[in-house]
């Protein structure tokens, strides 16, 4: 079964740029999306079709997707920004999510 | 503004069924394809099921395939899944969610399923 595999944990400063990674087997030939969720909170759409963003998502929210890996970067990386971050791809008639990663900003 | 509402969750014990419920609105709910997506207590997000926006596809995952059934009736804007069969592991909070890319999430039902 396909699988996509995120780090568990990123840690970046306020302000600087953080980098998410997702890698499946030929991921970039799929769509990407990626989900923020904040504790109690239903997961927010903030990628998606490897780069583009919903309206309302803010600039420093980018995306990437080559080869293995897809990549959701945040640029300018605020407090709020804090929270797990799910990819997921399409495997032909299966949704696959990756495990999570903990974004923490210190 | 699009709203998502999940109802019908609640405590069962294993082997039972319940049905879940998401009420769409501000929307034209019949031209969108949806999803049902759940979250174990501490865990990640895991895809159930998909139905297309006419219902003629429908798709599993692995875990809850031969066991729940997902339906929509786009007169009442409503999406639908029936689970029976149910264990442990399927204790979660179960979310609906809208089109391929997931656009817009409900809040999400608590099911839990414990003798």
């Known amino acids: 079964s396909y699988e996509l595999t995120q780090p568990p944990s990123v840690s970046v400063s306020p302000g600087q740029t953080a980098s998410i990674t997702c890698s499946g087997d030929?991921?970039?030939?799929?769509?990407a999306c990626w989900y923020q969720q904040k504790p109690g909170q239903s997961p927010v759409l903030v990628i998606y079709q490897d780069s583009k963003r919903p309206s309302g998502i803010p600039e420093r929210f980018s995306g990437s997707n080559s080869g293995n890996t897809a990549t959701l970067t945040i640029s300018g990386t605020q407090a709020m920004d804090e929270a797990d971050y799910y990819c997921?791809?399409?495997?032909?008639?299966?949704?696959?999510f990756g495990g999570g990663t903990k974004l923490t900003v210190l | 503004e699009v709203q998502l509402v999940e109802s019908g969750g609640g405590l069962v014990k294993p082997g039972g069924s319940l049905r879940l419920s998401c009420a769409g609105s501000?929307?034209?709910?019949?031209?969108?394809?949806m999803n049902w997506v759940r979250q174990a207590p501490g865990k990640g997000l895991e895809w159930v099921s998909h139905i297309s926006s006419s219902s003629s596809t429908i798709y599993y995952a692995d875990s809850v395939k031969g066991r729940f059934t997902i339906s929509r009736d786009n007169a009442k804007n409503s999406l639908y899944l029936q689970m029976n069969s149910l264990r442990d592991e399927d204790t979660a909070v179960y979310y609906c969610?809208?089109?391929?890319?997931?656009?817009?999430w409900g809040q999400g039902a608590l099911v839990t399923v414990s003798s």
């Open positions: 501000g929307f034209t709910f019949s031209i969108y394809s």
């Open positions: 969610a809208r089109d391929n890319s997931f656009e817009y």
């Open positions: 997921q791809a399409w495997d032909r008639s299966i949704v696959v």
């Open positions: 030929k991921l970039g030939i799929k769509y």
